[in-house]
C-alpha cells in the first residue's frame, strides 16, 4: 500500500542520521535540508546530540510521533527498531535503505519478511529494502546525488534499481528533463514498480499530477497490475517509456516449433508492452530522450522537416528516421523557390532545409515559420544548430526559445555544441526546455514513439468462434502432449481458422483415393514424430500415383510413424502464426512472414492475447516484412484482413483454452481463394 505519509510527510525521522555526509544517514539528513523540507525533522544517532543542526536522539524511543521513517542502520537491527516505530510511534511510511536481506542470503530474507509482518501489522506503506529512496515535490528522501529539479509538470520515474536509476537521473539532467517524483523500490518487500503506478492511476488528478511516466524494470511480478494500470493512465492523457531489464532465452523450451523456439518470456514483454501503449526503450539514453519527447507538442504525423547549418547530421538523422519508417518528404515548388529566395546563396530547401554555416538567427526564424504556415506536409521539426563560430548562437536559441511557445508543430532542438556553446545551451535549457544533443538517439526514439500502439481494446472477439465446443473439444481430451491431426482440425475449426482439405490413413488405397478426388499434385507427411522434416517424413509436389504409393511406403517404415497424411499441393505465400503460453502473462501470440522470415530472419511481431482487431493490425504493419504482405513490385499482396480475422480468433481460441501451451501453424498458406492452415501443431497440459 502507498499512503499519503509517504507521499507528503509532516514529519520524518532519519534513523543513523550523521554528521558524515559521506555515509547514506549523513547524506540523507543533507539532501532534506537542501531540499528545505517544511516539516518537522527528526534524526537517531546514539553517539551524537546533533546532526547537522538538527536534534539528534539517542533511541527511537525518545522520538516524538512520527509519520515516515527512514532507516539506513545495520539490517539485523531493523525489525527491533521498525517495531517500536509502528507500535509506539505511530509511524505509518517506512523507507528502509539499509541492504543484507533477502537479495543476499536466506537469513536475511527472513528478516526482510519480519518487516514485512510488522509494517502490514500496523497498515503502513514500506518501500524497500535496499534502496535509495524517494524523492518528489515534498522532500528529498534518498542518500544519494544527483537531486533533480522537482516541478508538478515534470517527469515520474520510478526504478526497480537504485544505481540504475541513479545514471538515468544523469542522462535525463543532461536533456533538461525536470522531474515530479522519483521512486527507487529496491527488493519490492511490499511496494513494486507497478504498485507506485497503481497508486499513480487509482489517485491521478488530470490538472496537477504529472502526464509523463519513466520505468525501469528487472523483475514483473504482477503483469495484469502493470497492464491494467499502465493503459488506464495512457488512456487518461500520461505517457509511458520504460526499460525492463534481464531479457534472457530462460523461457525457452526446446525447439519443438518454431513458436517454441523464438518466443521467450522477453516476447511477453514486448506484447505487454504494445498491448498497454508502454514506449519500449533498451538504454538509458534512449529512455530519456522518449521521455524528453513526451514534454514537447505532441506529434501528430508521420512527417519531418529537418533545419541545419551542417549537412552530415542533418543525413544521418534522415537516415535515422527513415529506418524508423518515419517520413523526410521532399520540399519543392513554389512555396519551396520562395523560401530559397529568402536564404543565403548555396543553401538547400529540398528537406533536409540547409541554411548553411553562415545562415543567421532571421534565416532560422524564416523556415520555421515557412514549416509551420506554408508546408501542410510537415508535422514536425528538428532544428539541429550547434556553434560554427560565425553566428551569434544565443541570438539563434532565442529564435529557438521563441517559436517553440508560438508554434503548434513541435520543434525538436538538436543543440549538439554542449561544449564550445557551453553556457548557451545552459541558457536555453533553463527556460524549461530539452535539448537532444544526438540527432540518431532521437530519430531512433521518436520512431519508437510514433510506432507504439495505443492502449489496446480490453473486449474479446467472440465472432467466428465456438467456445462452448471448444471447450468440448479440451475437455474430452485424454492427456497431455501433442494433439493427432484430427484433434488438431477440430479445434481450429471451433475456432473457424480455415484448414486446407486433408486425408489420415495407414491405408494406401485410402490415400490414392483421396489424391485423386482432391486431384495432383498432393504433399504427403508421416503421423507421429513431432520433426517430420527432420527424419524426411515430408514429400512436396507429388504428381502422379505411382509417386504417392512409392513415398506412403518408404515413409510407413520410419519410425514411430502411424500413418499418412495427404493434402491437395496449394502455392500462395508461406505466413506463421503461432502462440506460447508463458508464466503469469498468458498467451504470447506470434506473427509473420513463413519460412526464411521466421526460421532466419526471426521476423515476427508479438501480441498479448486477447488481441484485438486494431493489435492484429498493428502486428502485422509492425513485420520488416510488410511491402511483401501489402503486396510489392507488381507481386499482388495477400488478404491483410482474413489474417487479421484469423490472428484474432487464434487469441480468442486460446483465451477460452488456456490448458494450450503452445500452438504453431507453419505454413499458413495465402492463396488466391483466402489463407488456409496447411500444417498446425497444439501441445496441451491439463494439469
Known sequence: MINRELINPQSIVIVGGSNNVQKPGGRLVRNLLDGKYKGDLYVVNAKETEVQGVKSYANVAEIPDTELAIISIPGKACPEVVEVLAKQKNVR??????????????????????????????????????????????????????????HHDGVDFISSSGGTALFILESALTKGLRFSSVWSVGNSKQNGVEDVLEYMDRNFNPVTDSKIKMLYIESIKQPDKLLYHASSLIKKGCRIAAIKAGSTDSGKRAASSHTGAIASSDSAVEALFRKAGIVRCFSREELTTVASIFTLNEVRGKNCAIITHAGGPAVMLADALSKGHLNVPNLEGPIANELKSKLYPGAAVGNPIDIIGTGTPEHLATVIDYCE???????????????????????????????????????????PSIVTAGPEVRSFIKKGHVNFSDE??????????????????????????DVPEVRRIIDQLPADGYLNPSQVRRLLGAANIPM???????????IIEFARKVKYPVVA??????????????????????????????????????????????KGTELFLGAKYEEKFGHVVLCGLGGIFVEVLKDVSYGLSPLSYDEAYSMIRSLRGYPIIKGTRGQKGIDEQQYADIIVRLSTLLRFATEIKEIDINPLLATDRGLFAVDARIRIEKK
Not at 541492504?99 to 510488522?118: K, M, R, S
Not at 556553434?387 to 529564435?399: F, K, L, M, Q, T
Not at 486446407?500 to 485410402?510: C, G, H, I, L, P
Open 93 to 150: 511510511a517506512f523507507i528502509i535503505i539499509s541492504a543484507g536481506f533477502g537479495e543476499e542470503t536466506v537469513e536475511g530474507g527472513i528478516i526482510e519478511n519480519q518487516l514485512l509482518d510488522i509494517i502490514n501489522e500496523a497498515g503502513a506503506s514500506f518501500i524497500g529494502p535496499n534502496c535509495i529512496g524517494v524523492m518528489n515535490t515534498n522532500y528529498h528522501g534518498v542518500f544519494t546525488q544527483p537531486v533533480p529539479e522537482f
Open 373 to 415: 504556415n506554408k508546408f501542410d506536409e510537415v508535422d514536425l521539426m528538428m532544428v539541429i544548430f550547434g556553434s560554427p563560430g560565425v553566428v551569434n548562437v544565443y541570438d539563434a536559441y532565442e529564435v529557438l526559445h521563441k517559436k517553440m511557445g508560438q508554434c503548434k508543430k513541435p520543434i525538436f532542438p538538436i543543440l
Open 440 to 465: 540518431v538517439t532521437l530519430g531512433t526514439a521518436l520512431s519508437r514513439v510514433l510506432n507504439t500502439p495505443t492502449p489496446a481494446s480490453t473486449d474479446i472477439q467472440l465472432y467466428g468462434v
Open 500 to 510: 486446407v482439405a486433408e486425408f489420415t490413413s495407414d491405408d494406401k488405397d485410402e
Open 525 to 570: 507427411k508421416v503421423v507421429g514424430p513431432v520433426h517430420k522434416s527432420d527424419i524426411g517424413g515430408v514429400a512436396l509436389n507429388i504428381k502422379y500415383e505411382e509417386h504417392l504409393l512409392f513415398e506412403f511406403e518408404r515413409m510407413m517404415r520410419l519410425p514411430e510413424v502411424t500413418s499418412i497424411m495427404v493434402q491437395p499441393m496449394l
